[in-house]
């Protein structure tokens, strides 16, 4: 079955470093978005992308979607302890309604 | 204020007794689905809901039931709930499937003894 694969699966880094998590899918997909789930909470949503080879940006955060739509990334400049948690990737596929979410990359940013 | 609500938030039961999670919305979005969130998996899909009387299978459907009888909500049914189904629940709701987001509930931490 469809597979979303997300690395790294845990990051350490100190404040003020860059942090990037990517993530691969099977298959092609409709859209891209992206969520931050705080230790204990919930996931937030961060952003959507649904165009090929679409790059958006909020702040210090860098979104990529694929040329191909199989693959994005997440690129977080300068990080900050208020970037701690962890962050997924999740899409559908063409002509469903079914979300398939990466495996989470766990971010812990050491002060 | 706009919000998923989920109840109950935790709860311990034992294998076989039937039980009904909650879920609730107030943005009268269309799209309403549930998730199971285990260590390492991620967040995986139950089922979804496209509207009214509309559901259908997301990736790990069994054990589990669903109903939308209203646009508001759509509870969660364990028939008789397994250890295995020991799992961090969330319900998610969207406007607008591929365009808009999904908004989460708080969870559901539940424990099949």
């Known amino acids: 079955g469809q597979q979303v694969m997300q690395i790294p699966q845990y990051q350490h880094v100190q404040e003020g470093e860059d942090f990037t998590t990517y993530c691969n899918s099977s298959?092609?997909?409709?859209?891209i978005q992206w969520y931050k789930q705080r230790p204990g909470g919930h996931p937030v949503f961060l952003i959507q992308l649904v165009k090929s080879g679409e790059v958006k940006k909020q702040k210090r955060l860098t979104f990529q979607f694929g040329e191909a739509k199989k693959n994005s990334s997440l690129h977080i400049t300068a990080t900050q302890t208020t970037d701690v948690g962890t962050y997924f990737c999740?899409?559908?596929?063409?002509?469903?309604?079914?979300?398939?979410f990466g495996t989470g990359t766990r971010l812990k940013v050491l002060a | 204020e706009a919000q998923v609500t989920q109840n109950p938030r935790y709860l311990i039961t034992v294998t076989g007794k039937k039980l009904t999670v909650t879920c609730s919305q107030n943005m009268n979005h269309e799209y309403m689905s549930w998730y199971r969130q285990d260590p390492g998996l991620g967040l995986r899909q139950i089922y979804y809901?496209?509207?009214?009387?509309?559901?259908d299978k997301g990736d790990v459907p069994e054990g589990y039931k669903v109903s939308r009888k209203e646009k508001r909500n759509f509870p969660l049914i364990l028939e008789s709930p397994s250890p295995n189904q020991t799992s961090l629940y969330f319900c998610?709701?969207?406007?607008?499937?591929?365009?808009?987001?999904?908004?989460f509930g708080p969870g559901t931490r539940l424990l099949v003894l």
């Open positions: 999740a899409g559908t596929s063409p002509g469903t309604y079914k979300y398939i």
């Open positions: 298959t092609t997909l409709s859209n």
């Open positions: 998610a709701s969207s406007p607008i499937l591929e365009l808009e987001t999904q908004y």
């Open positions: 809901s496209m509207n009214v009387e509309v559901t």
